[in-house]
T-cell receptor
Framework: GAVVSQHPSRVICKSGTSVKIECRSL??????MFWYRQFPKQSLMLMAT?????????EQGVEKDKFLINHASLTLSTLTVTSAHPEDSSFYIC?????????????FGPGTRLLVL | GIQVEQSPPDLILQEGANSTLRCNFS?????LQWFHQNPWGQLINLFY???GTKQNGRLSATTVATERYSLLYISSSQTTDSGVYFC????????????FGTGTRLQVTL
């Protein structure tokens, strides 16, 4: 159980175009999902917290108009990188939070590698 | 500010060896998770361990919350254990968000 998928797994786009990444919790409902970015040989950095039915909460330094997040249902959150530039090339990873009475655990998708030419 | 630091940053082991990875966190936490990131980038949940000790096969973890550290033990390492190990902490008062540690890159050789 607790499987999270991401699509696409890899995308190459031209500078100036927009790219949409989907994150789905396949076997559980997630009120809260998270989007992270990871540069080569670095740790994961949280970009934003996505709450179903409300606006996302962005971390300091993350442009909300550039990284649009929509969490329209309890199993789907999307991240759109608008007007992508080469410096946006990175590995984007989502997670979904599964909460029980005893613990709240994040489960991660397989990631999306974005290359902007 | 709040920080999560891991040591060692890099580790090379021969197959069959044991190792201990350390995670230090700067403030009180109500969630501590250990992950293994495989060479393809997938993060695999290892432990949810805000306190106490847990074991799962060759892996075990201990968190001493009062002293602000957690340890991950790998016994009888295998080449498939290679990858990056992250701990991530949810600090008290920071809602649900996890702060990831700096990671330990492990390479297990034959």
């Amino acid at each position: 159980g607790a499987v999270v998928s991401q699509h696409p797994s890899r995308v190459i786009c031209k500078s100036g175009t927009s790219v949409k990444i989907e994150c789905r919790s396949l076997d559980f409902q997630a009120t809260t999902m998270f989007w992270y970015r990871q540069f080569p040989k670095q740790s994961l950095m949280l970009m934003a917290t996505s709450n179903e039915g409300s606006k996302a909460t962005y971390e300091q330094g993350v442009e909300k108009d550039k990284f649009l997040i929509n969490h329209a249902s309890l199993t789907l959150s999307t991240l759109t990188v608008t007007s992508a530039h080469p410096e946006d090339s990175s590995f984007y990873i989502c997670s979904a939070e599964l909460g029980t009475e005893k613990q709240e655990t994040q489960y991660f998708g397989p990631g999306t590698r974005l290359l902007v030419l | 500010g709040i920080q999560v630091e891991q040591s060692p940053p890099d580790l090379i082991l021969q197959e069959g060896a044991n190792s201990t990875l350390r995670c230090n966190f700067s403030d009180s936490v109500n969630n501590l998770q250990w992950f293994h990131q495989n060479p393809w980038g997938q993060l695999i949940n290892l432990f949810y361990i805000p306190s106490g000790t847990k074991q799962n096969g060759r892996l075990s973890a201990t968190t001493v919350a009062t002293e602000r550290y957690s340890l991950l033990y790998i016994s009888s390492s295998q080449t498939t254990d290679s990858g990056v190990y992250f701990c991530a902490a949810r600090f008290t008062g920071t809602a649900s968000k996890l702060t990831f540690g700096t990671g330990t890159r492990l390479q297990v050789t034959l």
